[in-house]
């Protein structure tokens, strides 16, 4: 008994700072430090609905939208509750065919002579909201086609919407896909 009760205050006093304590704590820095991130980083649409966050990827497949990185989630793509790769190996047979039938249904479209790999490669999450800005300049000639707009406007929109690294060292220049079709729509619907 002497033994028990001291163990039983323990978990009741660990429980209250690491269940509680901790992480209201955390909560509230996060809320006040940077209260758009801690949200979920929520886009809204012309009529100010939430059309999705800047955080996870979503699913574009109209020719008129810049197309996003393949998503590798499963049941369904860019399935937040199901975060995480195929674990395919770069010389599974599998993973090589779905990579080449990607490739081929890029250069229908028009995309080529060069393919960037984050158009045909899903990423670790399968849920990474940006492109290179590679992966987005080989698709202005589509988009600006399928809107009516020439290449030049639909190019300074990728720009405008290029990310540069985090804190100018960390990671590589990107475009947010979900962003920059929601810009395209504000700009030609």
Same mark, same amino acid.
């Given at each position: 008994?002497?033994?028990?009760?001291?163990?039983?205050? $323990?978990?009741?006093?660990?429980?209250?700072?690491?269940?509680?304590? =901790?992480?209201?704590?955390?909560? !509230?820095?996060?809320?006040?430090?940077?209260?758009?991130? &801690?949200?979920?980083?929520?886009?809204?649409d012309?009529? !100010? +609905?939430?059309?999705? /966050?800047?955080?996870?990827?979503?699913?574009? /497949?109209? /020719?008129? =939208?810049?197309?996003?990185?393949?998503? &590798? @989630?499963?049941?369904? !793509? =860019?399935?937040?509750?199901?975060?995480?790769?195929?674990?395919?190996?770069? @010389?599974?047979p599998? =993973?090589?065919?779905?990579?080449?039938?990607?490739?081929?249904?890029?250069?229908? @479209? !028009?995309?080529? *002579?060069?393919? *960037?790999?984050?158009?045909?490669?899903?990423?670790?999450?399968?849920?990474?909201?940006h492109?290179?800005? %590679?992966?987005?300049?080989?698709?202005?000639?589509?988009?600006? #086609?399928? #809107?009516? $707009?020439k290449?030049? %406007?639909? +190019?300074?929109?990728? /720009?405008?919407?290029? %990310?540069? +690294?985090?804190?100018?060292?960390?990671?590589? *220049?990107?475009?947010?896909?979900l962003?920059?079709?929601?810009?395209?729509? #504000?700009?030609a619907?």
């Amino acid at each position: 008994m002497n033994d028990i009760k001291p163990a039983i205050m $323990m978990v009741v006093v660990f429980t209250i700072i690491c269940g509680g304590i =901790y992480p209201a704590v955390v909560t !509230g820095i996060a809320q006040a430090v940077f209260p758009k991130e &801690a949200t979920g980083s929520f886009i809204t649409d012309t009529r !100010g +609905r939430e059309i999705g /966050s800047a955080l996870i990827g979503q699913p574009f /497949s109209d /020719s008129k =939208y810049f197309w996003p990185r393949p998503s &590798a @989630t499963t049941d369904f !793509g =860019y399935n937040p509750a199901a975060s995480g790769g195929s674990n395919s190996g770069p @010389t599974n047979p599998d =993973y090589l065919k779905t990579v080449a039938d990607r490739v081929k249904a890029l250069k229908a @479209t !028009g995309i080529s *002579p060069e393919i *960037p790999a984050d158009l045909v490669q899903a990423s670790a999450s399968g849920l990474d909201p940006h492109i290179s800005p %590679e992966a987005a300049s080989v698709q202005i000639p589509r988009v600006a #086609r399928e #809107r009516g $707009m020439k290449a030049d %406007e639909v +190019r300074r929109l990728v /720009s405008g919407h290029t %990310e540069d +690294r985090q804190f100018g060292i960390f990671g590589n *220049p990107r475009v947010n896909v979900l962003a920059l079709n929601l810009a395209l729509d #504000r700009l030609a619907p």
